[in-house]
T-cell receptor, first 116, second 115 residues
Framework: GAVVSQHPSWVICKSGTSVKIECRSL??????MFWYRQFPKQSLMLMAT?????????EQGVEKDKFLINHASLTLSTLTVTSAHPEDSSFYIC????????????FGQGTRLTVV | TQLLEQSPQFLSIQEGENLTVYCNSS?????LQWYRQEPGEGPVLLVT?????EVKKLKRLTFQFGDARKDSSLHITAAQPGDTGLYLC???????????????FGQGTILTVHP
């Protein structure tokens, strides 16, 4: 399958600071990327959908001003957690898919964010 | 949003035992997927089932899609410690969607297989 890479794999930041997480498709062009959030021993919850060159679509209850998503190129989407607080500590996972209605989405390895 | 109910949430068994994980919904899904996730990693796709009544096998894993396309099951035969992980079912996140778009996930089943 195709490779999707996230960076960093883990990050610890101080409360009030901002953190940027990158999601890259390494061997295909990702027209759409999805950002999920996962709390310990829980399932994945979709946060937002981003299409290259356009604004992200956020799921209900997700603050778009807090979780800034940029999908400026076909191989890179970024999620910035602004003014992070301890309750933002979570595992953030992206998935990416190429063009066409029947192309599978591939998941990155996730980023563990800890806000102290 | 279409919801998926997964059960059980936790399974702790001995090596060699069989187990079944269930994924149910009141909605009809065009397809369902099963993923396995290990701690600190992203989920890895195991299978996609598309046709009602479909059965797919992946070595010791058997996946079934209900006739009405509202439920699915994952059966593992002779479980091994290497099967330990979080198993997730997932389907299109909105009615009319596909498994290639945004996904809704079941709550997950944490499987632990003891040697």
């Amino acid at each position: 399958g195709a490779v999707v890479s996230q960076h960093p794999s883990w990050v610890i930041c101080k409360s009030g600071t901002s953190v940027k997480i990158e999601c890259r498709s390494l061997d295909f062009q990702a027209t759409t990327m999805f950002w999920y959030r996962q709390f310990p021993k829980q399932s994945l919850m979709l946060m937002a959908t981003s299409n290259e060159g356009s604004k992200a679509t956020y799921e209900q209850g997700v603050e778009k001003d807090k979780f800034l998503i940029n999908h400026a190129s076909l191989t890179l989407s970024t999620l910035t957690v602004t003014s992070a607080h301890p309750e933002d500590s979570s595992f953030y996972i992206c998935s990416a898919r190429g063009g066409g209605w029947n192309t599978e989405a591939f998941f990155g390895q996730g980023t563990r964010l800890t806000v102290v | 949003t279409q919801l998926l109910e997964q059960s059980p949430q936790f399974l702790s068994i001995q090596e060699g035992e069989n187990l079944t994980v269930y994924c149910n919904s009141s909605s009809v899904f065009s397809s369902l997927q099963w993923y396995r996730q290990e701690p600190g990693e992203g989920p890895v796709l195991l299978v996609t089932v598309v046709t009602g009544g479909e059965v797919k096998k992946l070595k010791r894993l058997t996946f079934q899609f209900g006739d009405a396309r509202k439920d699915s099951s994952l059966h593992i035969t002779a479980a091994q410690p290497g099967d330990t992980g979080l198993y997730l079912c997932a389907g299109p996140g909105e009615a009319g969607g596909t498994s290639y778009g945004k996904l809704t996930f079941g709550q997950g089943t944490i499987l632990t297989v003891h040697p």
